[in-house]
């Protein structure tokens, strides 16, 4: 699909498909007009003929100015076309970053990884796991460094996994949940571009009490059920974590994105509509800071 930059009204209809759980969409109606910029109207209809919602999205003034209809942060995700929106989003925001590298922080179960790859693959960049680049320094796993040598010694090697990687371009990193507690990592990770992936606690607990607490190791209680183990442990890790975690260039709230997109449950919001937020946020932050970072690539 191309974008569509002629001023005058189109009108795209487009076959049933999923919004959230229940949702569909039944036809999408884009309308373009010359008010001083481009904007559009993207109409919802779950069923043809019957009651719909319509919503306005301002096409975003990209730093090379890309007349590519993609929503922007505080508007109403339509998930129409992710891939779409996601592919258009990050070629307008890579213009922008200049090879410069993107942090993700937050709580272990936020979703860093399944987002980091997704926009490593639509920004060409290569995807770093820090927990997995320390194990592989170090020839065992997280839990087994934790048990036998402490936390100290594993904080130890995640600041120098995060020096390294700061004097790299071109990847999206995504840090360990306790990566933000020591101030020399944020000297780190300012050669880059930081965002906060902020989750509301249930969500994160939810998450992680399906797939165990075994490989967290900062999570392991004598008793309890797996949701009330995570989510004690996790309420408390927050509370020694949250200021630090503000620090961030940018900050992906799942739970104003899902009021946004009208939908009761965090957990059903695509990670490619949370890696499209991502970009948007970069984007605001690098236009607010005229493009300017600690450091800069030529490619």
């Not at 200049?98 to 399944?114: D, E, P």
């Not at 995640?158 to 990687?165: G, M, N």
């Not at 990847?171 to 906060?196: D, E, L, S």
């Not at 009208?262 to 919001?269: A, G, K």
């Amino acid at each position: 699909m191309e974008a569509i930059t002629t001023p005058q009204f189109s009108a795209l209809t487009i076959g049933s498909k999923s919004i959230g759980r229940n949702e569909k969409i039944a036809m999408v109606a884009l309308n373009f007009n010359r008010r001083g910029r481009e904007d559009c109207v993207i109409t919802i209809s779950r069923k043809p003929n019957i009651q719909s919602r319509s919503f306005h999205l301002g096409l975003p003034h990209s730093c090379n100015h890309s007349q590519a209809p993609v929503l922007e942060s505080g508007d109403c995700y339509t998930s129409f076309d992710e891939d779409w929106l996601l592919k258009n989003k990050a070629q307008e925001v890579a213009s922008c970053l200049n090879g410069r590298s993107i942090f993700l922080v937050g709580m272990m179960g936020s979703g860093k990884t399944t987002v980091g790859r997704i926009l490593s693959e639509a920004l060409g960049y290569c995807f770093v796991d820090s927990d997995r680049y320390v194990e592989q320094a170090m020839g065992t796993s997280v839990t087994q460094i934790f048990e036998q040598r402490g936390e100290s010694f594993f904080r130890d090697h995640e600041s120098e996994a995060l020096q390294k990687l700061s004097f790299a371009p071109r990847k999206v990193i995504a840090t360990g949940g306790g990566a933000v507690v020591r101030p020399v990592n944020w000297k780190y990770m300012r050669q880059g571009i930081t965002v906060f992936l902020d989750v509301p606690l249930d969500a994160l607990a939810r998450r992680i009490a399906a797939v165990g607490t075994d490989s967290r190791p900062l999570l392991h209680f004598e008793s309890g059920d797996a949701y009330t183990k995570a989510f004690v442990g996790l309420f408390t890790l927050t509370k020694k974590r949250s200021e630090a975690y503000a620090n961030a260039d940018a900050t992906v709230s799942l739970l104003h994105l899902a009021t946004n997109l009208h939908l009761e449950d965090v957990s059903d919001i695509t990670p490619t509509v949370i890696a499209i937020e991502v970009l948007a946020q970069i984007e605001k932050f690098l236009r607010g800071n005229n493009g300017k970072s600690l450091r800069m690539y030529p490619y």
